[in-house]
Each structure stands twice: as structure tokens, then as C-alpha cells.
């Protein structure tokens, strides 16, 4: 498993490996049943300490993304994932509030949504980059 992990940004290791996962599911990279690797075996591949990558998987088991088992190991969930509309709606308004102070209008903003959307739904391929 390829992971890109900016050490110099804001956001936290946890989030960012997190956000990763769930993008690859999304767009078919991972499927569900597929399994992931260990903790320590990720922890050794991105340099990262153990206690992140669990923080990151616990994290992605509560959302309903992964399951794990001690014999069956970490696998990728059958179901949709479990994020309330209220969660997303509030990381949204972050998101457009951000748009707009970098100077991105409504109509744009709104393109590049539908944009990060259906490449979800069509593409499979993690290189379209806005």
C-alpha cells in the first residue's frame, strides 16, 4: 500500500493516512473484503510511530470503513461507512469557507464539488488533481 504522508502539513498523520484509506475505497482502489496491512507493518512502510497508524485505524473502524479481527486481520468493510450528514455538512462549510477566502466563487466552487464527486463515481484513478 502506496501512502503519501506530508510530515510539514497541519494536518495530523492520523488524519491524513485516514483520509487516504477513505479516498481509496471511494474511488475502487481498495475494495471491500480487501486486506489491509498491519498496523506495524504500515508503520514500518510510512516511518510513522504505531500509535498513529492504530489512532488512524480505530478511527476508520468507528466510521464504519474497516473492521477488524485477531485472526481475519484489517479488511476493508462491506458497508458504506457510517458519517452523519451533520459531520460532512460541517467539514463542508469549512471547505467552502477556505474557497472563499482563497477567491473561489459560488458557481466555482460548487464545479469543483461536482468535479471531486463524480470522479468518485467514474474514474477509479487517484491522478485528477484540480
Do not use: H
Not at 45 to 59: F, H, P, R, S, W
Not at 69 to 77: H, I, L, P, Q
Not at 78 to 89: D, H, I, W
Amino acid at each position: 500500500m502506496l501512502m503519501q504522508l506530508d510530515f510539514a502539513s497541519a494536518t495530523p498523520i492520523y488524519r491524513q493516512i485516514c483520509d487516504q484509506l477513505i479516498l481509496g475505497i471511494a474511488d475502487g482502489r481498495l475494495c471491500a473484503g480487501e486486506k489491509l496491512p498491519t498496523i506495524r507493518a504500515l508503520a514500518v512502510e510510512t516511518g510513522v510511530n504505531v500509535m498513529t497508524i492504530n489512532k488512524a485505524y480505530q478511527l476508520l473502524k468507528q466510521e464504519g470503513y474497516i473492521t477488524a479481527d485477531r485472526r481475519g486481520g484489517t479488511v476493508v468493510s462491506s458497508s458504506k461507512g457510517s458519517v452523519s450528514s451533520e459531520k460532512l455538512l460541517g467539514e463542508l462549510r469549512l471547505r467552502a469557507a477556505a474557497a472563499k477566502l482563497a477567491g473561489i466563487s459560488g458557481d466555482n466552487w460548487l464545479e469543483l464539488c461536482g468535479l471531486a464527486y463524480d470522479g468518485m463515481i467514474a474514474k477509479g484513478s487517484k491522478d485528477d488533481d484540480v
